[in-house]
């Protein structure tokens, strides 16, 4: 909180003042003085150019990293429980009496400065997929009705909304049973992985014309990143911090899906692709739903 290189769990640890990068007033900031093993709360006072007089006994040094070793392996979920810990130690140190806006505003902070891990997704290529080089109208016609009625069949396929389900998990109210429920809640996530790991693989099994190889590319991984994202998301039940990154890497994809189905609609527009038959998959999703013709 203070910018002195120490996260607030770390001030708890050493004792030093979390509102000042330089607890002891000797010119070092706290960060640097512990990264130099030297006493944050001791002021140095030898000469410059001479042995700094507050080093910090070896066994002080040994037990305050054996410490920080343990914090590294907790899970995400202990880290922000000790980092929003650490910050009532601080402010009941300084005999501070805390107001509902400023614990929520720990809270938010604590959240904001939390380093958690970006999750990363596989994503498919030009190898992964069958190409075909033609491009007259009926093969682009054929490759647009295919990709409609997998579009289709996934849009028809029904299921809860992500959101409702995420909605039961914030509505718990008994933390004693906060694991138990939402791991029972996210198992509701089921028929969606299911659903989006389906049109994945009936992605990859459609024939590509070179033409719309980076518009079915796109649209291939916005589905892998919603399914594996709904996956990681379901797998999240014993750190539940972790679910933070997710569900918003879940939004990003399901944005990136929308843009890319418009891009590819128009493409295909560009191309003049034209369903004869009302019935086709093309029509009916591309003119009807993209459009709304």
Do not use: C
């Not at 910090?56 to 929003?84: F, G, H, P, W």
């Amino acid at each position: 909180s203070d910018g002195d290189g120490m996260k607030d769990w770390e001030e708890s640890l050493w004792k030093t003042d979390p509102q000042k990068m330089d607890t002891d007033n000797d010119g070092t900031n706290d960060g640097d003085e512990i990264n130099l093993n030297r006493d944050p709360l001791k002021a140095n006072t030898a000469p410059t150019q001479t042995e700094p007089n507050d080093k910090v006994s070896e066994e002080i040094i040994a037990e305050n990293k054996k410490i920080q070793t343990e914090y590294e392996n907790l899970s995400e979920t202990d880290k922000l429980a000790r980092q929003i810990f650490s910050q009532f130690i601080a402010n009941k140190q300084l005999d501070i009496s805390l107001t509902d806006t400023q614990i929520e505003s720990i809270v938010a902070n604590s959240l904001i400065n939390l380093e958690l891990p970006i999750p990363t997704f596989k994503t498919y290529n030009e190898q992964n997929v069958q190409t075909i080089n033609f491009s007259d109208n009926e093969t682009l016609k054929n490759y647009s009705n295919n990709i409609a009625e997998v579009i289709l069949t996934n849009l028809n396929t029904k299921t809860e909304t992500v959101e409702s389900i995420f909605n039961d998990i914030s509505n718990i109210t008994d933390d004693t049973k906060l694991t138990e429920q939402t791991e029972e809640i996210l198992q509701r996530l089921n028929p969606l992985i299911i659903k989006n790991q389906k049109t994945v693989s009936s992605l990859l099994k459609i024939f590509v014309p070179k033409i719309l190889l980076t518009e079915h590319l796109k649209l291939l991984n916005s589905f892998q990143e919603i399914y594996q994202g709904l996956d990681l998301i379901q797998k999240s039940t014993t750190d539940f911090v972790t679910i933070i990154p997710l569900i918003n890497q879940y939004d990003s994809s399901v944005n990136n899906l929308s843009v890319t189905l418009t891009e590819m609609a128009i493409k295909l527009s560009t191309l003049s692709i034209t369903y004869s038959n009302t019935t086709d998959y093309g029509y009916q999703f591309f003119n009807v739903i993209m459009f709304k013709e």
